[in-house]
Nanobody, 120 residues
Framework: QVQLVESGGGLVQAGGSLRLSCAAS????????MGWFRQAPGKEREFVAA????????VYADSVKGRFTISRDNNRNMIYLQMNSLKPEDTAVYYC?????????????WGQGMQVTVSS
């Protein structure tokens, strides 16, 4: 199992930027897809961005495409989410997640979540 700890959330004005970080530990030698999800108040958790297990492919939700960038540092077992041009609708609790190659996100590992608030 992989343990995940997020950092970097906070309050920012609309149009601003934040970078979220996620530190992975535990069975990081196993192949995992890594990604970010978010959950806004009163809404279901939604996918934001992810790497494939080998890091060759990235996928983004349409709502963040062109504004958010997911990246990784394999040497440090870290993944990041650079968020630019933030909008009030990006306000949510953001979660880092990891899933095994043949597994599902729900069955994978999740961080504790951190609040991102974008003020208008």
């Amino acid at each position: 199992q992989v343990q995940l700890v997020e950092s970097g959330g906070g309050l920012v004005q609309a149009g601003g930027s934040l970078r979220l970080s996620c530190a992975a530990s535990g069975r990081t030698f196993s192949p995992y897809a890594m990604g970010w999800f978010r959950q806004a108040p009163g809404k279901e958790r939604e996918f934001v961005a992810a790497f494939s297990w080998n890091g060759d492919n990235t996928v983004y939700a349409d709502s963040v495409k062109g504004r958010f960038t997911i990246s990784r540092d394999n040497n440090r077992n870290m993944i990041y989410l650079q968020m630019n041009s933030l909008k009030p609708e990006d306000t949510a609790v953001y979660y880092c997640a990891a899933k095994a190659v043949a597994g599902t996100w729900n069955a994978g590992s999740w961080g504790q979540g951190m609040q991102v608030t974008v003020s208008s």
